[in-house]
């Protein structure tokens, strides 16, 4: 059986958890890294993973098919963009992008490179989830007119890079994207119409909370 290579650009938190998958997978093998952090760069190589010494690096590698995408949200679209263009398949990390028009130009540039681009949407798979979806497919509740979602927490936003407006902080483009995402497919066989949205923000000043 053939082994895909992949490489991660942004080995931080989740890009750590992309390893870890890959690293177990038998079809898959993990090349390398690539994080604009050397402190970073430093741990993945103790943990016997391969730093790459630049973006350019990782890309011109021949033998990595595809890439996933975990930096700050504000960078995945360059990204995603120029991985395609040097002929990698990519994954990036949700929010795909910061806006519905950047998400028209990468899937723009995904159909001119023929390249497979798709979104770590993780929160399908989750069992709270997978039990409504089973309810609504299967019509035990008839026709379904509102559905409540909700994530809770004590500590609000954490304090790094998604309290910052400028990198895609805030909570609608991180928990939000999953429970919007869920939320639409499961009435995906309705048009959405309409959306209204009453956002605030109680921990940080730059980014509203849902
Ligand atoms: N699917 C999920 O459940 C889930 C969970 C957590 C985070 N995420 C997503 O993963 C992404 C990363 O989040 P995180 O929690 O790992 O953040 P993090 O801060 O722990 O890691 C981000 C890393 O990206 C690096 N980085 C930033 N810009 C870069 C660039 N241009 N090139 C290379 N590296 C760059 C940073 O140095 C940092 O090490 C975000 O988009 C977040 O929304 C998804």
Known sequence: ?????????????M??????????????????????????????????????????????????????????????????????????????EKPVTMTSED?????????????LFTVHQNRRWDDDYLTMKNVVDKNVLGKVFRIESRVQGSRGIPGDWRKEKGHGGGMVLDWGVHLLDQALTLCDDDKLESVWAHVTHITNDECAAI
């Open 1 to 13: 059986m053939k082994t895909i290579k992949a490489a991660i650009i942004g080995y931080g938190g």
């Open 15 to 92: 890009g750590g958890w992309h390893a870890d998958r890959i690293r177990e997978m038998d079809k898959f093998e993990l090349a390398g890294v690539w994080d604009i952090d050397p402190a970073r760069l430093e741990l993945a190589e103790s943990r016997g993973i391969h730093a790459y010494g630049s973006l350019e690096e990782l890309l011109a590698d021949e033998e990595v098919e595809l890439v996933t995408i975990a930096t700050w949200n504000d960078v995945h679209k360059p990204l995603a963009i120029q991985a395609m263009r040097a002929g990698k398949n990519v994954i990036s």
């Open 103 to 115: 998400l028209d130009d990468m899937i723009a540039v995904a159909k001119e490179t023929g390249k």
